[in-house]
């Protein structure tokens, strides 16, 4: 729109003027002078609140935009959906549909705003309910919203159906469809969308070169990039964060320095990605060739600084800064976070004048890498509006620190949940051992049609390792051959854990071999596997090949190599390789290793060496696993004077561990020792020490049933019982799978 400043007089050039100042310092982000400049300005028209308002928004200030808002003496459409559209950017659904209701007079670009709400928050059934109600069935944009939405989604075959029901098609009907394919990583759907279509701009073609770089095809990528007509700033930065993301640093530079035009976006996309890879030379160096910096340029600086450990030099940039925005706060918040500085971060954090949702998050975050839940929990009170990601942290927060009840609480306080919200808890129930609801999470999962990605997938199948449930894993095994995350190393890794814990070492096996990236983990998985299974001879022959494939083991490696020496009875050969871990590979044996290796001379009857490597131990501390080691060797062996000490040793360690109690009595017990059972006995009822009841599971029609001993509502008719075991007895790898998920 052009304007006739002659005819607005001195005072209305100056108020455009100011509008237009307040508007490109938000683009810079630099919204505390943006403010300063609104708050100088003697007169305001609705333009000017509108512009601040849009600035507060797009920058995480919903809180300040709120109130300007509520402010405003008169309102147009434009403020209306300039509020709607802030609350939309911070992923505040339910503020947004609050204002919607509210409004006196709603144009399309009002429905369209509210439909692409809902499609963001995945709710399409009230999305389309809302497009019902759109008075204009002729304006493209709600169709538009309504066609990314489902797209997105990957509901390709709805997206498609409301394409062809479209009356007008213009070109952002068909970038939303193909926006659709590509996030969604469809590439071969996308392709063939955009060859079918009659029309393109350079953002189809940026789309294409997106996708391509998103799914690490960055051959494709470069091709489609080579033949854009006319390409625009976003296509040369979409291909150098391609490069640069997929570490290829040089071709990243090399297409920097051939850029016809640079400007802020490119300069800052090439100093992120030497921070990224840690060249934080290279960064400083472009980074005082720019002949323009902003906050993103400064931020991207302090936060190099942070990851290459150089706390002096990111908080001297920072005090640099002639401006200081949230951004550059929040990256300083989490630089000293990252140092276990959380006290002055605390400081820093209340100190702010304005914060928004990244920041609060990133304090947040702090307290809980800290343990510090109490102050994590006040934090998350406090916070006037909360997304997703701040659910999730708390979520991850309290399963850390055992707290599952309080994590499960805060997932079920939560609105929409995404796939992390679910991972955060399957992986907290797994962190703490129950994995019986990990599995049952899974389940709902699919019930509640979210899509599973390769953390769920991993998560679940370290689950079913854990409970031995062969045929949940097998099912999971079929949805990671259908998804295409057979070859994410995560979960190839759970799947060899899953088939060796559940006794199928040949599965485990196969998944080894077929997989075309094997990691440390990988060998470690299989070894551990072989040594779980007591095939301790192919566990040797395993480590002897990954040394010959260069690979250096680690102090996991040992652990599997040391059981497989203890379950087959390899007293010597078990010595050995602690030994070699030593001396050849520089490894510092943990209390794990000691543990392995006491329960190694403990199963073969000698005692006295196990208990002389247990004071022997350097700067390590015996655990309770340790002593748990001798004192079960002990009772096997009969050696009751080292099984009085180790259980001493044990009950300072957990006083409230029956089972210690219980077997030092056994053995007194054993040999005629009455008065000793008796005093053991008063012991564990002066400690409160009560045995926790057992719990076994099995496998019944691809469901699993979970036993508690002493628990009446599990006792089944004895037949029944049996039928079942007999029938579990036997492989059933060949049989046919009921489906269990629905994903």
Sequence with gaps: ??????????????????????IQLGKLGRVEEAFRVFSQMVQKNLVTYNSMISVFAKTGRISDARELFDKMSRRNLISWNSMIAGYLHNNMVKEANALFDAMPKRDNYSWALMITCYTREGRLEKARELFHLVPDKLD????????????????????????????????VSYNSLLSGYTQRGEMHLALKFFTEMAEKNVVSWNLMVAGFVDIGDLRSAWQFF?????????????????????????????????????????????ITA????????????????????????????????????????????????????????????????????????????????????????????????????DDALNLFRQMPFKNTVTWNIMISGYAQVGQMDKAVEIFKDMGEKNIVSWNSLIAGFIQNNVFFEAVKSLVLIGREGKKPDQSTLACGLSACANLAALQVGKQLHDHVLKSGYINDMFVANALISMYAKCGRVYRAEQVFKNTSHIDLVSWNSLISGYALNGNAKEA??????????????????????????????????????FKAMIEDFAIEPSAEHYSCLVDLLGRMGRLEEAFGIVKGMKNIKAN??????????????RNLELARFATERLLELEPHNASNYITLSNMHAEAGKWEEVERVRVLMRDKGAGKLPGCSWIEIRNQIQSF?????????????????????MKDKDDTPDIEFFTF
């Design 140 to 171: 493209t944009a709600c169709w538009n919203a309504m066609i990314a939405g489902y797209a997105k989604k990957g509901q390709f075959n709805d997206a498609k159906e409301m394409f062809e029901l479209m009356p007008v098609k213009d070109l």
């Design 274 to 373: 030497y921070v990224h890879d840690l060249q934080i030379d290279e960064a400083v160096k472009l980074f005082m060739e720019m002949p323009e910096k902003d906050c993103v340029s400064w931020t991207a600086i302090i936060n190099g600084y942070f990851r290459a450990g150089k706390l002096d030099e990111a908080l001297e940039t920072y005090n640099r800064m002639p401006y200081k925005d949230v951004a550059a706060q929040t990256a300083l918040i989490s630089g000293l976070v990252q140092n276990k500085r959380i006290d002055e971060a605390s400081q820093i954090f209340s100190q702010m004048g304005s914060r928004d949702v990244i920041c609060w998050n990133s304090m947040i975050a702090g307290y809980v890498q800290c343990g510090r839940m």
């Design 540 to 577: 040797f022959k395993l480590f002897e090949e990954m040394l010959l494939e260069g690979t250096i083991p680690d102090s996991v490696t040992f652990i599997g190599l040391l059981s497989a020496c203890s379950h087959a009875g390899l007293a010597d050969q078990g010595l050995n390789f």
């Design 226 to 270: 080579e033949k854009i007509p006319n390409p625009n700033a976003i296509s040369w930065v979409t291909m150098l964060c391609g490069f640069a993301r997929h570490g290829k640093i040089i071709e990243a530079r090399k297409l920097f320095d051939k850029m016809p035009s640079k400007n802020l976006v490119s300069w800052n996309a090439m």
């Design 624 to 637: 309770a696993g340790l002593w748990g080691s001798l004192l079960r060797a002990c009772r096997v062996h």
């Design 708 to 728: 508690v001993s002493d628990d009446p509502a599990k006792l089944r008719p004895e037949k029944n019982i049996l039928k079942t075991l007999t029938t579990h």
């Design 1 to 22: 729109m052009k304007y006739n400043l002659r005819s607005i007089g001195e005072q209305g050039r100056q108020v455009f003027n100011q509008n237009q100042q307040i």
